[in-house]
């Protein structure tokens, strides 16, 4: 029988694509970055597209070639967001890597551009607030969200690691609320304690989602000791 890795499966090097992809990417890469920094220093309403360019050092006009509006770059953050926990879903199915160790995983890579940019946590919120066309973008790919994450909370419920006698679309949202709070509280200090304080919460988060032991296992565990 084919043994399942211990650790997550490390993804394929895709093929090396031609100069004229990687001076595109590198341009929109350039764009996305700018307009992250800019959102968290300035907020995102104050930010203009002017100013993403200025500091991207590009014209006005390559901007609309990778985003046909501010708003964009946002999903687009959103999106990159997404393609992670997209990829560690997948891996994951093919993984015999403990839950709880995947979900530590998970919650570290998505705050990765939180540790980067401190900032860009209040932009998001303050975007959010103010314009109801990034609203109701941000709305749809929370949605995607929370179904990947409620089919990795299923995956650890079908490996018997994460408790049953709740849906896992209503943990993975107390998970999402929990992690999000944790990223805004921590985005007021913008100090170097966000790992400590995700690691917090994921040890009480764990704490409560992890399977329960049956009447039966604890039974047989005490018919256990009495004979020894």
Request: with cysteine; net charge positive; proline share 5%.
């Amino acid at each position: 029988m084919k043994r399942r890795s211990r650790s997550l499966p490390c993804v394929r090097k895709p093929p090396v694509p031609s100069r004229r992809v990687r001076r595109s990417a590198e341009l929109r890469e350039r764009l996305f970055r700018a307009a992250l920094v800019l959102f968290g220093e300035k907020g995102y309403a104050e930010t203009t597209v002017e100013d993403i360019t200025e500091a991207a050092d590009v014209g006005k006009g390559t901007f609309f070639n990778y985003f046909p509006t501010k708003e964009h770059i946002l999903m687009a953050f959103g999106e990159m967001q997404l393609g992670k926990l997209e990829a560690i879903v997948h891996d994951t199915k093919q993984s015999d890597l403990p839950m709880q160790e995947v979900l530590r995983m998970l919650v570290l890579r998505m705050t990765e551009e939180p540790i980067r940019n401190p900032a860009i946590v209040r932009a998001l919120l303050q975007a959010n607030l103010s314009s109801v066309s990034v609203r109701r973008a941000m709305l749809r790919i929370h949605d995607r969200n929370r179904a990947l994450l409620g089919q990795l909370i299923r995956h650890g419920q079908e490996r018997s690691e994460i408790r049953t006698d709740l849906p896992p679309e209503e943990i993975a949202q107390v998970w999402r609320q929990t992690i999000f709070g944790t990223l805004l509280f921590w985005s007021l200090a913008g100090d170097a304690s966000l790992t400590e304080r995700i690691e917090q919460s994921l040890r009480v988060l764990w704490t409560g989602i992890a399977s329960r032991p049956s009447a039966n296992d604890a039974k047989r565990r005490k018919q256990t000791g009495d004979k020894g």
